[in-house]
């Protein structure tokens, strides 16, 4: 996935003004660099087709469509704040003074952001509290209950959602989910964070999800009269699913890397969600998740031939990964609609390992032996979640 993951990250420093270009000659307005000029363009493009395609969730009976418009929705507003404290600092740090571009970055991205805004006003907080009731009360789906959760604690309205019964839903309907229902109690002390663990029968995550929600909302809404290319409309989904659909590890690899009693509740439950990131898990990340706690447990008890063992895995894993990513990534731009939809299919279906390994097949790509070309970025991104609180 780096070369996705790669495009991803050009166009969202480009739609958002990014400093990293500012000090850089060439990419100055004088002499402007015409692929910088061309992912700004398409940075553009993202940004209105997101907004309308948000819009046209918002108003969805879909649960997950519904659920996924209210995770963007608020985010967005949160994104306007911080790029309106960017500009602040920007314009005000005397040590930025000289650099005229990092302040013109600054200024067109909060430009673009309240441009973004006016496509989709913010909610006001009783049509917000109102939304967000009617969801939780008609939702029985883990994914939806999962982004619903997200947009609840982006929202700061954790205990609204709780007593609207958003937890109890989610023990219902989607096993305890642990991820789900630790996003909804985000300061947690260590005793609720261990009844949770103790309590949990599901740690699916589900990014894979909201791309493909993402990637059919992009094709059959508003935004499509946008975004006509289906690489670029895969692109933009993957990017809002890697932007929001990534829960918080930190509290459960914080809570099973404690001292805890060897053979007790806690570290026997410990163990049965290592085991069940691993086996169930539909993303890589909750995957290499699964074997970080799993190695962490096997640590306690001075196991290291296990240790050694889950770490040589997780490499294995990565690497297996990234090579079937190749056969979508190698020639992305090239995509035609119908793959573009099978794909997305697929992943909505089955999650991101078993939708690679299915596209894999197809194209007769051998990922018996691979290399690993994305270990090191994706070894980082596995410790940045590990310490997300």
């Not at 270009?21 to 363009?41: C, I």
């Not at 049509?127 to 929202?155: M, N, Q, S, Y």
């Not at 954790?158 to 989910?177: K, M």
């Not at 299915?358 to 070309?373: E, F, G, M, T, V």
Request: charged share 25%.
């Amino acid at each position: 996935m780096q070369k996705l993951y790669s495009f991803v990250l050009v166009t969202f420093l480009a739609s958002s003004g990014g400093p990293a270009f500012a000090d850089d000659a060439n990419h100055a307005t004088a002499n402007p660099d015409p692929d910088l000029a061309a992912a700004e363009e398409q940075g553009r493009q993202f940004d209105q087709a997101q907004s309308r395609t948000a819009r046209w969730l918002l108003e969805h009976n879909d649960p997950r469509k519904r659920a996924a418009g209210l995770l963007y929705s608020v985010s967005q507003s949160g994104m306007l704040e911080a790029q309106a404290a960017m500009v602040e600092r920007a314009t005000t740090d005397e040590h930025l003074q000289e650099y005229d571009s990092i302040r013109q970055s600054a200024l067109d991205a909060l430009d673009r952001a309240e441009a973004r805004n006016e496509d989709l006003p913010a909610l006001e907080p009783a049509e917000l509290l109102d939304r967000f009731e009617k969801a939780v009360r008609t939702t029985t789906d883990g994914a939806a209950l999962a982004w619903l959760a997200t947009a609840c604690a982006t929202a700061d309205i954790e205990t609204f959602c709780i007593d609207a019964g958003l937890d109890d839903t989610i023990v219902r309907h989607d096993g305890a989910n642990l991820l789900s229902r630790l996003t909804l109690v985000p300061d947690a002390e260590a005793g609720t964070s261990e009844r949770l663990i103790i309590e949990a029968e599901n740690t699916r995550n589900y990014a894979s999800q909201l791309t493909a929600v993402w990637f059919e909302a992009l094709d059959e809404g508003p935004g499509a009269a946008v975004l006509t290319r289906p690489d670029l409309k895969l692109t933009a989904a993957f990017s809002i699913s890697m932007a929001y659909g990534i829960p918080a590890y930190g509290p459960v690899i914080k809570a099973c890397q404690e001292e805890i009693t060897p053979g007790g509740e806690l570290d026997k439950a410990c163990g049965r969600i290592a085991d069940r990131m691993i086996s169930d898990s539909q993303t890589l990340i909750g995957q290499l998740m699964g074997y970080s706690l799993a190695s962490s447990r096997a640590e306690a008890r001075g196991d290291q031939a296990t240790v050694a063992l889950l770490e040589q895995r997780k490499v294995f894993e990565r690497a297996v990964n990234s090579c079937r990513a190749t056969a979508l990534t190698d020639d992305l731009e090239n995509i035609d609609e119908s793959d573009a939809r099978n794909f997305m299919e697929m992943l909505g279906k089955h999650g991101e390992i078993e939708a690679w390994a299915r596209l894999a097949a197809q194209h007769d790509i051998d990922c018996s032996n691979p290399d690993d070309p994305t270990a090191d970025a994706m070894e980082e991104y596995a410790r940045e979640l590990e310490g997300d609180s």
